[in-house]
């Protein structure tokens, strides 16, 4: 058992930078094996979407079309943590972003392929 906790929301203009962290600890005295790890927003009035994971095993790193070249999420394996930069913010950015980690054998874009989530940090883009 884990526990996501983020912080780094907050407000900017169009054009803008944020950068989230969300940190992992376990809650047991056993290392639970994470397979990947990820970021997920939800705009008001929308379903949760995916924004980013990377792989904990090859490093690999996907992200959807949506933040690409603006978005970069990096893990920091020593202090089990994972950052997202978000660079050239737009008002669709606009979110509640959740941080996201996988003990499960099958890492993607979806939420059941995700059995931690964080509480959420609020991100608001305005012109």
């Known amino acids: 058992q884990v526990q996501l906790v983020e912080s780094g929301g907050g407000s900017a203009q169009v054009g803008g930078s944020l950068t989230l962290s969300c940190v992992l600890s376990?809650?047991?005295?056993?290392?639970?094996?994470?397979?990947?790890m990820g970021w997920f927003r939800q705009a008001p009035g929308k379903e949760r979407e995916w924004v980013s994971h990377?792989?904990?095993?090859?490093?690999?790193?996907f992200s959807d079309a949506s933040v690409k070249g603006r978005f970069t999420i990096t893990r920091d394996r020593n202090k089990n943590a994972l950052s997202l930069q978000m660079n050239s913010l737009k008002p669709e950015d606009t979110a509640t972003y959740y941080c996201?980690?996988?003990?499960?054998?099958?890492?993607?874009?979806?939420?059941?392929?995700?059995?931690?989530w964080g509480q959420g940090t609020q991100v608001t883009v305005s012109l």
């Open positions: 990377i792989s904990t095993s090859s490093g690999r790193i």
């Open positions: 376990e809650l047991t005295e056993y290392t639970t094996d994470i397979k990947c």
């Open positions: 996201a980690a996988s003990s499960r054998d099958i890492c993607g874009g979806r939420d059941s392929h995700y059995n931690y």
